[in-house]
């Protein structure tokens, strides 16, 4: 299935709120996944990049911390905390 054959799914099929509540479930897990796995691709002083959700901009810094679910990236805009699976090696 494609992701709007999957997105239509969700939204016109017959799904029970537990049903719903797997959904989210698997979500989560596959985020996390996704953060080891960029946790395990960086190390300090990795140039990096993510895209600041208030702003709409793509922003590069360098990696400073990695913490368990986040990591700390320093910008020429001050430092951000930035979950693990939101960054990407620049």
Do not use: C, H, W
């Not at 793509?58 to 990696?63: N, Q």
Request: a positive charge; zero cysteines.
């Amino acid at each position: 299935m494609t992701l709007n054959e999957i997105q239509m799914a969700i939204i016109n099929g017959n799904l029970t709120n537990d049903d719903l509540n797997t959904l989210g479930d698997a979500i989560k897990f596959k985020r996390s996944q996704l953060g080891r796995e960029v946790a395990r691709s960086l190390t300090i002083g990795s140039t990096v990049k993510f895209t600041d959700t208030r702003k709409g901009m793509i922003i590069r810094g360098t990696l400073e911390a990695i913490k368990i679910k986040n990591a700390t990236v320093a910008t020429s805009m001050g430092r951000y905390r930035v979950p693990m699976n939101m960054l990407t090696a620049a």
